[in-house]
């Protein structure tokens, strides 16, 4: 028997229980194609269980399986730790390790590793049913093989049991392949020489399971919805199987496609929200990008699906080349000023491999990140200091931020124990497994016992620390271990009533995280100097003096009191960056506080409280749809 492991690791994430989207369709579709095969037996690593293992955690479960066969799906968020987790599995001798997914491409040096077996370029059901049958097939170790024919007839993997719609509460539909249009940054289209339309009746079909188990969302992952050449057939159908709208769909088309008729059918259908990609109004940038927009056009189409409530996203791409900074503020301004700026979404250019403008860097001058996402850094036209001009600008002019901090969530105790000193670690259950999501320091622990810890940490973790941790070196030490066993897992650090400012610059010097993070380069302008976006530090005190506030900190003050603070109370302390409530007050009377005030307050505040099912309440009050409910009430579990 040969057993297969299949997984897809998430997008980093700084707040723990927080959704990833980290959906493995791909690898549903595998298992799909391999069935009738005898002789193996395929396995998806759960999204629940794989997106909050820190590396180390995650390394003994796959080694647990006991695998023949790892297949990875990589993008540019998991790449490196795709390849972290393949050498620590080659190291025990055994497993065959598969790499696919739009980061397998030709020109992509990162993929070359001595630690992957076989590269799959592009579709992967036809080459992967070969592998399991065929042990002649590996000695190629790169495979290519189209499998429209495959993909035009298969039903969901959702109706056969090999997705989980709940934790995300969402269906990802995969309704065609391929896309008719090549700009120049994307490789979406993996250069099919045409496009694949899913059969109808196994789209409506998949619809109707759907509606069934009352699957609040469903993205159909077209890149251009409008290129499917029976859109008008298929929207009737859906529309027949959604009368009461019950099901929102989501989606991706070209606003200049979208005419009265179209309009009325999208609506009809249920769909209230669309991403459309604009990514410039500068003549020259959409030349080179091989992306002619008719603008007149564009805004009919906006404007026909806001009549009818449904939402278009707009992107938008800083850095292109034959655009500049006042042409980047020019596009900003055409978006707000025909009122599309209900949701706007800003993206730096990521020079991806396989795109044309990766092939054409020299000559357009791209000068870019060589670790994932591969973030331009300069063009002949937008300097580094550009960049931050740019975001500054959209955020001033858009009356929004493009890179919050994460969420606060510094809940600590279990219960009413009010003691910081007799607190222990916070631990939650991933599927079965139990796992540290809270490290407390409120005394010096040995280390051994840390790198025991290390071994079961979550993604992401937090180290707690009081006052009482001071010897020298000692959390340098911590953190050494806990980074050592876990490089690419982001972290936070919270200090609780610190004797002295705590020194960051010396504890990050000691950390043994591999950088560039993925997340040194996602938010690389979250502030105005780049460097470290993966481990955030914290200050908690009852001390309002404002003390601690450069690039990945923030203090928070720590109510105490018997009572619960009034609007007044956080207004007066709105110059520091979050309170943490750990009132004596009853449970329910901290309940109530929290309807009462709830999202509104939220707005305004950065709130956490101190006691974990306090916490978990505030978060899904606050952020419902933001928030897996099975993980974050897991506290203790």
């Known amino acids: ?33 391999a069935r009738g095969l005898g002789g193996v037996e395929v396995e998806i690593l759960p999204e629940s269980l794989v997106s909050y293992l820190g590396d180390a955690a995650l390394l003994a479960l796959i080694r647990e399986t006991s695998p023949d066969v790892v297949g990875f799906s990589v993008f540019s968020w998991n790449i490196e730790r795709s390849l972290f987790l393949a050498e620590g599995l080659k190291a025990a001798g055994r497993p065959r390790i598969v790499f696919g997914g739009p980061e397998v491409t030709p020109d992509n040096p990162l993929v070359r590793s001595p630690h992957v077996d076989l590269l799959v370029y592009g579709e992967g059901e036809r080459v992967f049913r070969r592998l399991l049958s065929d042990p002649g097939a590996w000695a190629q170790r790169q495979a290519a093989e189209a499998a429209a024919d495959i993909f035009r007839s298969a039903r969901s993997p959702y109706l056969d049991g090999l997705l989980e719609p ?66 008008a057939h298929l929207l009737a159908g ?53 992306r002619p927009t008719r603008l007149d056009r564009f805004l009919k189409g906006a404007a026909r699906l806001k009549q009818r409530g449904i939402t278009p996203s707009i992107d938008l791409i800083i850095g292109l080349p034959g655009d500049d900074l006042g042409g980047f503020m020019r596009s900003v301004d055409f978006v707000a000023d025909h009122g599309l700026i209900d949701d706007v979404q800003i993206f730096p250019l990521s020079v991806l491999p396989g795109t044309r403008f990766r092939r054409r860097r020299r000559e357009l001058g791209l000068h870019f990140e060589p670790h994932p996402p591969y973030t331009v850094t300069a063009t002949p036209a937008f300097g580094p200091e550009d960049f931050l001009l740019a975001y500054d600008y959209a955020e001033t002019r858009l009356d929004t931020v493009f890179f919050p901090l994460p969420d606060l969530d510094l809940c600590w105790r279990q219960g009413a124990g009010r003691d910081f000193r007799k607190a222990t670690d916070l631990w939650v259950r991933l599927g079965g497994r139990p796992c540290v999501a809270k490290l407390v320091l409120n005394r010096e622990r040995p280390l051994a016992e840390i790198c025991r810890l290390a071994k079961r940490l979550s993604q992401p973790y937090q180290v707690l ?19 050592a066993e876990n490089p690419f897992t982001p972290f936070e650090v919270a200090f609780f009533e610190p004797a002295d400012i705590p020194p960051t610059a010396r504890l990050l010097a000691a950390l043994n995280l591999r950088r560039p993070h993925f997340l040194d380069g996602d938010l690389r302008f979250l502030f105005p100097q780049p460097g470290n976006r993966a481990v955030l530090f914290t200050l908690v005190s009852a001390d309002r003096r404002p003390r601690f506030g450069r690039q990945m900190q923030r203090q928070v003050f720590w109510w105490r009191g018997p009572r619960l603070p009034s609007p007044k109370d956080l207004s007066d302390l709105s110059d520091l960056d979050g309170v943490l409530i750990d009132s004596a007050a009853p449970q329910r009377a901290v309940r109530a506080w929290q309807d009462e005030h709830g999202p509104a307050a939220a707005e305004e505040f950065n709130i956490s409280f101190a006691e974990a099912q306090l916490q978990a309440r505030w978060l899904l009050r606050i952020s419902p749809d933001e928030y897996v409910e099975s993980v974050v009430n897991g506290w203790g579990a």
């Open 238 to 290: 859906l529309a027949r199987l959604n009368p009461q709208k019950a099901i929102r769909f989501l989606s991706e088309i070209r606003a200049e496609a979208i005419d009265e008729r179209l309009a009325d059918l999208l609506a009809a259908a249920g769909f209230n929200w669309f991403e459309i990609g604009l990514q410039s109004t500068n003549p020259r940038a959409l030349r080179i990008m091989n």
């Open 166 to 231: 709940d934790v995300e509460r969402l269906m990802l539909l995969e309704t065609q392949r391929g896309c008719p249009y090549r700009c120049g940054f994307c490789f979406y289209n993996k250069s099919r020489k045409g496009l694949s339309a899913a059969a109808p009746a196994n789209v409506l079909q998949a619809v109707a399971w759907a509606a069934e188990r009352r699957i609040g969302e469903v993205y159909l992952l077209d890149p251009c919805l409008n290129s499917r050449p029976d859109l």
């Open 465 to 483: 620390i009081g006052p009482r941790v001071q010897a020298p070196g000692y959390i340098e030490a911590v953190l050494g271990v806990t980074t």
């Open 1 to 33: 028997m040969t057993r297969v492991l299949l997984l897809q690791l998430p997008i980093p994430r700084q707040n723990f229980g927080r959704r990833t989207g980290n959906i493995p369709l791909g690898a549903a579709c595998l298992k799909q194609a």
